[in-house]
């Protein structure tokens, strides 16, 4: 396939903002992709070449890809750099650099997406020395083969990271549910296409030539109300009217059924029907953590298919995320009565892979630290019974005078660090709080009941001073939980877990299951998405930064405000404008003039005296005097606080609601 196809594809998709024109633009492009290319077409539609189970990434900064674009097209960096300051855009420096390129060439190859996958493959597989010069050939070997100007624009975004199609995991799941199986439409759903002018014209613009079954029922209401549309659908597509009774998963398989659209009457029946193909789509994706396992799978057995798809050890998913409550009461209506409750220790998350070949340490970025912490590997190989599993747990540093718990940012060290590991094991001991089991024996745990998983782990866990079960109680009682609050926090504990005693594993999502209580008013996590240069003694440096919390409706991060103070002038005496500045440059998507739009990539803990309603900033809201309390190297961008959490906090300030 050649990769202009994509990229006219990547065009399309950046030019709307509607949801669900970009999963019908994906799901009509896979739909007719070649059994071959599919894995490769997913893999970059999601703008990687790596599951998301893998922490491999192509590893190329700004300059880097500067110097590609130097190399590719003959024209100096300094002239790149001045380009990319007025277009705030490398991708378009490198489409505009391309079309002069073609001008002065005859002849040029055709770039295909085997060749784009293999090379950015190479790139990120690569490590040792020269391995720039050597990423550096292959980015220009790309760009240099460009047929069509906007095959550079996507490859430099690729490459740096930032393909800003506005393609979430929501999107990508209902694409490849439409494209592989029967479309479910019922009365509500096409009454509000018509009126918006959107989901039915949707069907009316991109339905031709499909067959579409049509419940008796809806088809005399379509062919009274609508007439004309209903006509015109009819004449550009094969339409069978018939009484459609249960719908079976060989129905809903396009591949078995030839069926493109069925149109029914009730509601429930297509919610149910929807919902099937939606949930095991996502269901898949939430065993593998690979969208490109869940397409060919979906393509090629359907539903039966994507229910063979299971948990790898080794292969970490996405962990179960958690809301926030402000009481007690809140969490208890949220989750049900009774509840377990459980310490919410201020330590390192890790999942807890083991297989025949080896205990596997993973953050909740996917980061492989097994090296880091050999002392957990050797405890939990002692004290966990039991053969292949997964556990989720927290790693809880601890005072070697005192025996007391150490705060986060102490452990985070032994995170960072690559060399002397046994010196900062023995300066930092750590205990290990299992609280949750994913899978056990080879035994898929992800939608048992969390009272079974911890009758499970519990069972698993021989525990000791170094290895133990979370605390934990199940009640009814709001005096009861809040003693238990209290006791958590006077062991210098983040706060307490409510956790529905019924609920699966959700990897990935704050859905409800289990809600975390901590300190009124407490710090947010929050994502860095851009920075403005200091002036004075900060010239040099980034002196204030854009915050940005995530929206998980849309996968966009919204920005909130803008922080400069609780870092340190100097290096040694915490986290400092400096080290800020180094950790944040290899992240610059965009700048002009002294201010940088940043890929969101770090997380940090922020502390405020009130948030505000605010229209300056795209979350709506604003926070009034932001301080820096930590790095969070524990956190993924999309594990930062939520839209809807920081909602609630403006909320519960002064009563407001």
Same mark, same amino acid.
């Given at each position: 396939m050649e990769y202009k196809l994509l990229a006219e594809v990547y065009n399309n998709l950046e030019s709307t903002t509607l949801k669900l024109e970009k999963a019908e633009i994906i799901?009509?492009?896979?739909?007719?992709?070649? /059994? #071959?290319?599919?894995?490769?077409?997913?893999?970059?539609?999601? =703008? *990687? @070449?790596?599951?998301?189970?893998?922490?491999?990434? &192509?590893?190329?900064?700004?300059?880097?890809?500067?110097?590609?674009?130097?190399?590719?097209?003959?024209?100096?960096?300094?002239?790149?750099?001045?380009?990319?300051?007025?277009?705030?855009?490398?991708?378009?420096?490198?489409?505009?650099?391309?079309?002069?390129?073609?001008?002065?060439?005859?002849?040029?190859?055709?770039?295909?997406?085997?060749?784009?996958?293999?090379?950015?493959?190479?790139?990120?597989?690569?490590?040792?020395?020269?391995? /720039? #010069?050597?990423?550096?050939?292959?980015?220009?070997?790309?760009? =240099? *083969? @460009?047929?069509?100007?906007?095959?550079?624009?996507? &490859?430099?975004?690729?490459?740096?990271?930032?393909?800003?199609?506005?393609?979430?995991?929501?999107?990508?799941?209902?694409?490849?549910?439409?494209?592989?199986?029967?479309?479910?439409?019922?009365?509500?759903?096409?009454?509000?296409?018509?009126?918006?002018?959107?989901?039915?014209?949707?069907?009316?613009?991109?339905?031709?030539?499909?067959?579409?079954?049509?419940?008796?029922?809806?088809?005399?209401?379509?062919?009274?109300?609508?007439?004309?549309?209903?006509?015109?659908?009819?004449?550009?597509?094969?339409?069978?009217?018939?009484?459609?009774?249960?719908?079976?998963?060989?129905? &809903?398989?396009?591949?078995?059924?030839?069926?493109?659209?069925?149109?029914?009457?009730?509601?429930?029946?297509?919610?149910?029907?929807?919902?099937?193909?939606?949930?095991?789509?996502?269901?898949?994706?939430?065993?593998?953590?690979?969208?490109?396992?869940?397409?060919?799978?979906?393509?090629?057995?359907?539903?039966?298919?994507?229910?063979?798809?299971?948990?790898?050890?080794?292969?970490?998913?996405?962990?179960?995320?958690?809301?926030?409550?402000?009481?007690?009461?809140d969490a208890f209506e949220i989750v049900g009565k009774p509840a377990a409750i459980e310490y919410k220790y201020d330590g390192f998350r890790l999942q807890i892979h083991k297989t025949k070949d080896g205990i596997h340490l993973f953050t909740r970025r996917l980061e492989d630290v097994t090296k880091q912490f050999p002392d957990v590997v050797s405890a939990v190989l002692k004290n966990v019974d039991c053969g292949s599993f997964i556990l989720d747990c927290e790693v809880v540093g601890i005072d070697k005078v005192t025996g007391r718990w150490l705060p986060f940012q102490k452990i985070s060290r032994r995170i960072k660090r690559k060399y002397d590991i046994s010196e900062i094991v023995r300066e930092i001991p750590v205990a290990v709080h299992f609280f949750d089991a994913i899978m056990i024996d080879g035994q898929n745990l992800i939608d048992t009941p969390f009272s079974e998983r911890r009758k499970l782990l519990e069972s698993a866990v021989d525990c000791d001073d170094k290895v133990m079960v979370a605390k934990h109680a199940v009640t009814s009682n709001v005096s009861v939980v809040d003693d238990f609050y209290k006791e958590s926090l006077s062991k210098g504990n983040e706060g307490i877990m409510l956790k529905n005693m019924s609920a699966p594993y959700k990897p990935g999502s704050r859905v409800g299951y289990g809600i975390k209580i901590k300190p009124v008013m407490d710090a947010l996590d929050l994502v860095i998405v851009g920075a403005d240069y200091g002036e004075g003694k900060r010239a040099g440096w980034f002196g204030s930064f854009h915050l940005a919390c995530y929206d998980s409706d849309s996968g966009e991060y919204l920005t909130i405000g803008k922080l400069g103070t609780g870092i340190k002038e100097k290096v040694g005496e915490g986290t400092s404008f400096h080290e800020l500045t180094e950790l944040l440059k290899p992240y610059i998507i965009e700048e002009k003039g002294k201010s940088v739009t940043l890929k969101p990539t770090v997380v940090i803990e922020v502390h405020f005296e009130e948030i505000q309603k605010s229209l300056t900033y795209s979350s709506g809201f604003a926070l009034r005097f932001p301080r820096l309390v930590r790095l969070r190297d524990d956190r993924m961008p999309s594990d930062a606080s939520t839209l809807d959490e920081i909602s609630m906090v403006y909320g519960g300030q002064r009563g407001r609601g």
């Amino acid at each position: 396939m050649e990769y202009k196809l994509l990229a006219e594809v990547y065009n399309n998709l950046e030019s709307t903002t509607l949801k669900l024109e970009k999963a019908e633009i994906i799901s009509q492009f896979i739909s007719g992709v070649d /059994q #071959d290319e599919l894995s490769r077409v997913i893999f970059l539609i999601t =703008g *990687s @070449v790596y599951p998301g189970w893998s922490s491999s990434e &192509l590893g190329l900064s700004s300059n880097l890809m500067m110097k590609a674009i130097s190399k590719a097209y003959g024209v100096s960096v300094d002239d790149i750099e001045n380009e990319w300051k007025t277009l705030g855009d490398l991708g378009l420096v490198a489409e505009k650099y391309s079309v002069q390129k073609k001008q002065a060439t005859l002849f040029s190859r055709t770039l295909t997406v085997r060749k784009v996958f293999d090379n950015l493959r190479k790139i990120g597989d690569m490590s040792g020395m020269r391995s /720039q #010069d050597r990423k550096l050939a292959l980015v220009s070997e790309l760009l =240099g *083969s @460009v047929s069509n100007p906007i095959e550079a624009r996507y &490859l430099a975004r690729t490459v740096i990271g930032d393909l800003r199609i506005g393609v979430a995991e929501g999107i990508l799941r209902d694409a490849i549910a439409g494209a592989f199986f029967t479309n479910i439409y019922w009365k509500e759903t096409i009454v509000q296409k018509i009126n918006s002018l959107t989901k039915l014209g949707l069907v009316s613009k991109y339905a031709k030539g499909k067959n579409i079954v049509v419940d008796s029922k809806i088809d005399s209401y379509l062919s009274e109300k609508y007439a004309d549309l209903y006509g015109v659908l009819k004449s550009d597509n094969e339409v069978v009217v018939r009484d459609v009774g249960v719908i079976s998963d060989d129905d &809903l398989f396009k591949k078995k059924s030839g069926i493109d659209y069925v149109f029914l009457d009730e509601s429930p029946t297509g919610n149910e029907v929807k919902s099937k193909v939606f949930g095991s789509v996502e269901h898949a994706f939430s065993m593998t953590n690979d969208f490109s396992a869940v397409a060919r799978a979906a393509r090629d057995e359907g539903i039966s298919g994507l229910n063979k798809l299971h948990l790898t050890a080794n292969h970490p998913i996405k962990v179960m995320l958690y809301q926030k409550a402000l009481t007690i009461e809140d969490a208890f209506e949220i989750v049900g009565k009774p509840a377990a409750i459980e310490y919410k220790y201020d330590g390192f998350r890790l999942q807890i892979h083991k297989t025949k070949d080896g205990i596997h340490l993973f953050t909740r970025r996917l980061e492989d630290v097994t090296k880091q912490f050999p002392d957990v590997v050797s405890a939990v190989l002692k004290n966990v019974d039991c053969g292949s599993f997964i556990l989720d747990c927290e790693v809880v540093g601890i005072d070697k005078v005192t025996g007391r718990w150490l705060p986060f940012q102490k452990i985070s060290r032994r995170i960072k660090r690559k060399y002397d590991i046994s010196e900062i094991v023995r300066e930092i001991p750590v205990a290990v709080h299992f609280f949750d089991a994913i899978m056990i024996d080879g035994q898929n745990l992800i939608d048992t009941p969390f009272s079974e998983r911890r009758k499970l782990l519990e069972s698993a866990v021989d525990c000791d001073d170094k290895v133990m079960v979370a605390k934990h109680a199940v009640t009814s009682n709001v005096s009861v939980v809040d003693d238990f609050y209290k006791e958590s926090l006077s062991k210098g504990n983040e706060g307490i877990m409510l956790k529905n005693m019924s609920a699966p594993y959700k990897p990935g999502s704050r859905v409800g299951y289990g809600i975390k209580i901590k300190p009124v008013m407490d710090a947010l996590d929050l994502v860095i998405v851009g920075a403005d240069y200091g002036e004075g003694k900060r010239a040099g440096w980034f002196g204030s930064f854009h915050l940005a919390c995530y929206d998980s409706d849309s996968g966009e991060y919204l920005t909130i405000g803008k922080l400069g103070t609780g870092i340190k002038e100097k290096v040694g005496e915490g986290t400092s404008f400096h080290e800020l500045t180094e950790l944040l440059k290899p992240y610059i998507i965009e700048e002009k003039g002294k201010s940088v739009t940043l890929k969101p990539t770090v997380v940090i803990e922020v502390h405020f005296e009130e948030i505000q309603k605010s229209l300056t900033y795209s979350s709506g809201f604003a926070l009034r005097f932001p301080r820096l309390v930590r790095l969070r190297d524990d956190r993924m961008p999309s594990d930062a606080s939520t839209l809807d959490e920081i909602s609630m906090v403006y909320g519960g300030q002064r009563g407001r609601g």
